[in-house]
């Protein structure tokens, strides 16, 4: 039981792992109990584009709200950050700014301060509106599957080594990667690896702790990535944990 304004945030592409979670029964829960459901789904919302993932945001319709970011897996510049909101009454009585200096517009057209925090922003929209113009829908899908597959080749390769594990499901493009120390201290082996492969510069990967367990990160989210910059960066994380 609840009282107040409540609001479930759930995730559609867990930072670590990539995991989505299951919106359709968090939404079940929250409309219970009239909770507002907000998704952030910075990067893995985008798994929604492609017909062969998109079965991993279901439910994500029934939501109050979505965040995502333009400049995480479609590629365009920093800052474009966008929220979907399905209920435009709220957004704009959250969000609208009324000043006396401030030309309102007449009529049906949209005047963006009345929809974002910022008075004055540059045009963010306008390399978004051009990445989805140029790729279409399946040139998202495609790059959205395509890192995917990526992903998997990494984990795939890299769980076939000796003394190196796969901690979470692919689902997506996140691939947590441990490297076990013959002396049993694996947090510490997994630290030096991550630093040998950041020094050696064939690709940049991060670390970071999941359940306790310290990892080594990959993310594998750029449209340029190939084939071949996968196999020589398996080459360089083995590398590096050989040495
Ligand atoms: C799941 C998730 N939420 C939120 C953020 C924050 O995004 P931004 O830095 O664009 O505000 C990130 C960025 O890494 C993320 O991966």
């Given at each position: 039981e609840i009282s107040g304004p409540t609001i479930v945030c759930a995730q559609a592409g867990n930072v670590n792992t990539g995991a989505i979670d299951p919106l359709d029964a968090i939404c079940?829960?929250?409309?219970?109990?009239?909770?507002?459901?907000?998704?952030?789904?910075?990067?893995?919302?985008?798994?929604?584009?492609?017909?062969?993932?998109?079965?991993?945001?279901?439910?994500?319709?029934?939501?109050?709200?979505?965040?995502?970011?333009?400049?995480?897996?479609?590629?365009?510049?920093?800052?474009?950050?966008?929220?979907?909101?399905?209920?435009?009454?709220?957004?704009?009585?959250?969000?609208?700014?009324?000043?006396?200096?401030?030309?309102?517009?007449?009529?049906?057209?949209?005047?963006?301060?009345?929809?974002?925090?910022?008075?004055?922003?540059?045009?963010?929209?306008?390399?978004?509106?051009?990445?989805?113009?140029?790729?279409?829908?399946?040139?998202?899908?495609?790059?959205?599957?395509?890192?995917?597959?990526?992903?998997?080749?990494?984990?795939?390769?890299?769980a076939r080594e000796p003394g190196v594990e796969v901690l979470n499901d692919v689902d997506l493009n996140q691939v947590l990667v441990r490297f076990l120390d013959a002396g049993g201290d694996h947090d510490a082996r997994t630290r030096a690896v991550v630093k040998a492969v950041q020094e050696d510069g064939t690709c940049w990967l991060g670390g970071t702790t999941w359940q306790g367990k310290a990892a080594m990160r990959i993310s594998v989210s750029n449209w340029s990535t190939t084939t071949d910059d996968v196999d020589r960066s398996v080459a360089a994380i083995l590398r590096a944990a050989s040495a």
């Open positions: 079940d829960a929250a409309g219970e109990s009239g909770a507002w459901v907000h998704v952030d789904g910075a990067f893995g919302m985008w798994a929604a584009a492609s017909p062969a993932l998109r079965h991993l945001t279901r439910g994500i319709e029934r939501a109050d709200s979505w965040a995502t970011d333009a400049h995480k897996w479609l590629n365009v510049p920093y800052d474009s950050g966008l929220v979907f909101c399905a209920h435009p009454d709220t957004h704009r009585a959250a969000m609208g700014t009324q000043a006396s200096y401030l030309v309102q517009s007449e009529g049906t057209e949209r005047d963006e301060l009345n929809w974002n925090p910022e008075a004055s922003r540059r045009a963010r929209g306008f390399p978004v509106y051009a990445a989805i113009r140029s790729l279409g829908r399946s040139g998202i899908a495609d790059l959205v599957d395509r890192c995917c597959a990526y992903a998997r080749g990494f984990a795939e390769a890299l």
